[in-house]
């Protein structure tokens, strides 16, 4: 048996020196951690069935083991001492000058430590319990860095409230009615920098109307190809029978025709034929984008022409197919065709954001908000209005056909917002307002 003592810094150059000097049949006798680094002692042809008989026996070591493991290892130490000093002084005497060292190629990487099965397993519950104790720390700073932000939007909304009680009150009526944030701080900027009690009341109401977009386009009027897009349930059926009601009053029922492009919902077609016989107008199937090009080229001479579309969701992979289709309807035989979205005022504001934002590449010119009686606050409805200026056309508020509709007017909308306002209760508590307003009041 070969023992030998070997130096190294860390525990992986003492690997790689004990594989290189004698090979991956090496037994490590012991490990120890000096002032210097590691220290190892590893053994070449060690049988371990020979050491414990003559440990038990309590015998010396036979030929095969002997001198003693200790003795052999200071003998080890000594001669690896003494061969290396010689080996230095050697290396001394022919090392070449700098220059040539310089530009002689470096030695090739040692190959990679293989650390032994029993090390690694060793090792895994230290691992584990790192692993569980970062996650634990990480989960403190993050509820210590949000307990943080709350205690300085807090302390930051208390100081606007001392400073300018007037905006503070602005931000809690808007919060109140429903604004976002995002839009309400907007409003507060253009409001002037010293306000009374009645400039709070009712300023922000006026610059809530004109922040407003409204088309101007008066029902009576509503001229060439418009198509209804939105998603599912929003009312646009019923909406397109108000406004075909309303054409046929001002222009006949032989200048007006619905087109139906809803083959994905049951009875949806049948719906829209159902309102056509009531009022006296021809219905239309059109199935893709060529059977909707041929269709609105055989009604130009119409005065109104509505399409009926599918209600897709924003993340339907059918939306991108069918506004495919209404875009190329649109340029196919010069048809001008007008997309007009749809919103459902009673929906959550994050669901109306969505629609919108899912909707933008087909550019409605306009939207048509609906279901005002069933909405218990307007404030997500005018936030997306305001926040991606989008322009109204008109507003319904009912299922009776043609009645529940009408053109979209500002300031009777936020006048509207203002009364359901009245009927919301209590005004909002100051953790909700420091949690809205707070880190924007204190510029972060």
Same mark, same amino acid.
């Given at each position: 048996?070969?023992?030998?003592?070997? $130096?190294?810094?860390?525990?992986?150059?003492?690997?790689?020196?004990?594989?290189?000097?004698?090979?991956?049949?090496?037994?490590?006798?012991?490990?120890?951690?000096?002032?210097?680094?590691?220290?190892?002692?590893?053994?070449?042809?060690?049988?371990?069935?020979?050491?414990? #008989?003559?440990?038990?026996?309590?015998?010396?070591?036979? #030929?095969? %083991?002997?001198?003693?493991?200790?003795?052999?290892?200071?003998?080890?130490?000594?001669? *690896?001492?003494?061969?290396?000093?010689?080996?230095? %002084?050697?290396?001394?005497?022919?090392?070449?000058?700098?220059?040539?060292?310089?530009? &002689?190629?470096? !030695?090739?990487?040692?190959?990679?430590?293989?650390?032994?099965?029993?090390?690694?397993?060793?090792?895994?519950?230290?691992? #584990?319990?790192?692993?569980?104790?970062?996650?634990?720390?990480?989960?403190?700073?993050?509820? $210590?860095?949000?307990?943080?932000?709350?205690?300085?939007?807090?302390?930051?909304?208390?100081?606007?409230?001392?400073?300018? !009680?007037?905006?503070?009150?602005?931000?809690? +009526?808007?919060?109140?009615?429903?604004?976002? &944030?995002?839009?309400?701080?907007?409003?507060?900027?253009?409001?002037?920098?010293?306000?009374?009690?009645?400039?709070?009341?009712?300023?922000?109401?006026?610059?809530?109307?004109?922040?407003?977009?409204?088309?101007?386009?008066?029902?009576?009027?509503?001229?060439?190809? *418009?198509?209804? =897009?939105?998603?599912?349930? %929003?009312?646009?059926?019923? &909406?397109?029978?108000?406004?075909?009601?309303?054409? %046929?009053?001002?222009?006949?029922?032989?200048?007006?025709?619905?087109?139906?492009?809803?083959?994905?919902?049951?009875?949806?077609?049948?719906?829209?034929?159902?309102?056509?016989?009531?009022?006296?107008?021809? =219905?239309?199937?059109?199935?893709?984008?060529?059977? $909707?090009?041929?269709? $609105?080229?055989?009604?130009?001479?119409?005065?109104?022409?509505?399409?009926? *579309?599918?209600?897709?969701?924003?993340?339907?992979?059918?939306?991108?197919?069918?506004?495919?289709?209404?875009?190329?309807?649109?340029?196919?035989?010069?048809?001008?065709?007008?997309?007009?979205?749809?919103?459902?005022?009673?929906?959550?504001?994050?669901?109306? +954001?969505?629609?919108?934002?899912?909707?933008?590449?087909?550019?409605?010119?306009?939207?048509?908000?609906?279901?005002?009686?069933?909405?218990?606050?307007?404030?997500?409805?005018?936030?997306?209005?305001?926040?991606?200026?989008?322009?109204?056309?008109? *507003? &319904? +508020?009912?299922?009776?056909?043609?009645?529940?509709?009408?053109?979209?007017?500002?300031?009777?909308?936020?006048?509207?917002?203002?009364?359901?306002?009245?009927?919301?209760?209590?005004?909002?508590? +100051?953790?909700?307002?420091?949690?809205?307003?707070?880190?924007?009041?204190?510029?972060?």
């Amino acid at each position: 048996m070969k023992i030998k003592r070997f $130096l190294a810094p860390d525990m992986r150059q003492a690997m790689r020196d004990v594989r290189a000097e004698q090979g991956a049949d090496a037994v490590i006798l012991s490990t120890r951690r000096l002032e210097d680094g590691i220290e190892i002692i590893a053994a070449v042809d060690y049988d371990e069935t020979l050491m414990r #008989e003559a440990v038990r026996q309590n015998a010396p070591a036979p #030929e095969a %083991v002997k001198p003693p493991v200790k003795e052999a290892a200071k003998e080890a130490v000594k001669e *690896t001492a003494k061969e290396r000093a010689k080996e230095t %002084v050697k290396q001394a005497a022919k090392e070449p000058a700098k220059e040539v060292r310089a530009a &002689t190629p470096p !030695p090739p990487p040692p190959p990679p430590m293989q650390v032994p099965p029993s090390e690694v397993a060793a090792l895994q519950p230290i691992v #584990e319990q790192s692993v569980l104790e970062t996650a634990r720390m990480r989960t403190e700073l993050g509820g $210590l860095r949000q307990l943080l932000e709350q205690q300085l939007s807090s302390l930051a909304w208390n100081d606007m409230e001392r400073r300018s !009680p007037m905006r503070a009150r602005v931000l809690r +009526d808007m919060s109140r009615l429903g604004i976002d &944030t995002d839009v309400a701080r907007q409003l507060i900027d253009g409001l002037p920098e010293e306000l009374n009690a009645d400039q709070a009341r009712y300023l922000p109401l006026g610059l809530l109307s004109r922040s407003l977009k409204v088309s101007g386009r008066r029902l009576a009027d509503s001229s060439g190809v *418009t198509a209804l =897009v939105g998603p599912t349930g %929003v009312g646009k059926t019923t &909406t397109i029978a108000k406004l075909a009601a309303c054409a %046929v009053m001002n222009h006949g029922p032989a200048k007006v025709a619905l087109v139906s492009t809803d083959h994905y919902r049951i009875g949806a077609a049948a719906q829209l034929e159902h309102y056509g016989r009531l009022l006296g107008v021809r =219905v239309y199937p059109a199935y893709d984008a060529a059977g $909707l090009a041929q269709t $609105l080229n055989l009604l130009r001479e119409h005065h109104t022409v509505l399409v009926d *579309t599918a209600g897709v969701s924003g993340t339907d992979p059918r939306l991108q197919q069918q506004m495919e289709v209404l875009r190329d309807a649109g340029m196919q035989g010069g048809n001008k065709l007008r997309a007009c979205l749809v919103l459902a005022a009673n929906a959550q504001a994050s669901a109306l +954001d969505e629609s919108v934002r899912a909707y933008l590449p087909l550019q409605p010119s306009a939207c048509i908000a609906t279901k005002l009686d069933e909405a218990p606050s307007l404030g997500g409805l005018l936030s997306v209005l305001i926040r991606h200026r989008l322009a109204l056309d008109c *507003t &319904t +508020d009912g299922q009776r056909v043609p009645e529940d509709i009408s053109a979209a007017d500002a300031r009777t909308l936020v006048c509207r917002a203002a009364q359901s306002q009245k009927r919301l209760g209590p005004g909002v508590e +100051d953790m909700d307002m420091a949690d809205r307003f707070g880190m924007a009041v204190a510029g972060l």
